[in-house]
């Protein structure tokens, strides 16, 4: 299965213009099977009110999806948006805000996979690494994560993990092995000039990464400030 983790600026490119196509275009290249999107607008001025989750639904032809509206705005607002090829036997949305920190949270989906159960994690987590460290103790003890902790799990998403401290810190302890590593061959932000790390992936359980990149072509380093980040994996 392949996995695309993309924080797509709310389709506005690095020439400052609104241009959802091109975010289009660059996830449809990958076909994936799995789509985790950050900063996806909904109903908001900058992106000519487009409802964003489903128009990315209906443009990529995914029958599944789940969106999590984490920051509001004085119309419409933005947050996380999972789409799936794959049927969603079960799904919580819960908040990772740290006091009156910006607004973040995570997606947790249970998949369901020929046959098989895939607990997937979806995250945009802070820009603070003691914020992080604390969304990370706070997802691992949240009773909804620990319902479906027995099963093969995948953390993706923005990490903002600058000094990558996550791999060692908490995630490291729950048992997660770090597959966008060594950080410099995932050098996703800015996309222009990659120079940080900051999409990441981590996995438990039956998992086998066979392949992870960061896709640094032309369009994507116009389309977003980020790159996406392109992850297969095999049971």
Request: aromatic share 8%; glycine share 8%; net charge positive.
């Amino acid at each position: 299965m392949r996995i695309l983790s993309y924080n797509i600026h709310k389709g506005i490119g690095n020439d400052r213009l609104y241009r959802i196509q091109r975010v289009i275009d660059v996830i449809r290249a990958e076909q994936p099977d799995i789509v985790c999107l950050q900063e996806v607008d909904r109903e908001v001025s900058r992106s000519r009110y487009d409802d964003q989750p489903r128009l990315l639904a209906s443009a990529l032809g995914f029958p599944y999806g789940l969106y999590q509206l984490n920051v509001r705005l004085r119309r419409g607002g933005y947050g996380n948006l999972l789409l799936t090829r794959y049927p969603i036997r079960e799904s919580h949305q819960i908040s990772l805000r740290l006091r009156t920190k910006k607004p973040r949270g995570a997606q947790l989906a249970t998949l369901q996979i020929e046959g098989r159960a895939l607990h997937l994690v979806h995250w945009h987590l802070g820009l603070a690494e003691a914020e992080r460290h604390w969304q990370m103790e706070h997802l691992l003890a949240h009773r909804s994560f620990r319902g479906a902790q027995h099963l093969p799990t995948v953390m993706i998403g923005d990490s903002n993990d600058w000094r990558n401290t996550l791999a060692a810190g908490p995630l490291g302890r729950a048992g997660f092995e770090l597959v966008t590593s060594p950080p410099s061959r995932f050098r996703s932000f800015p996309s222009y000039l990659a120079m940080g790390s900051l999409d990441k992936a981590f996995v438990r359980g039956p998992l086998r990464a066979t392949h992870a990149r960061v896709a640094n072509h032309r369009l994507a380093r116009r389309a977003s400030d980020h790159l996406p980040l392109i992850l297969d994996l095999s049971w």
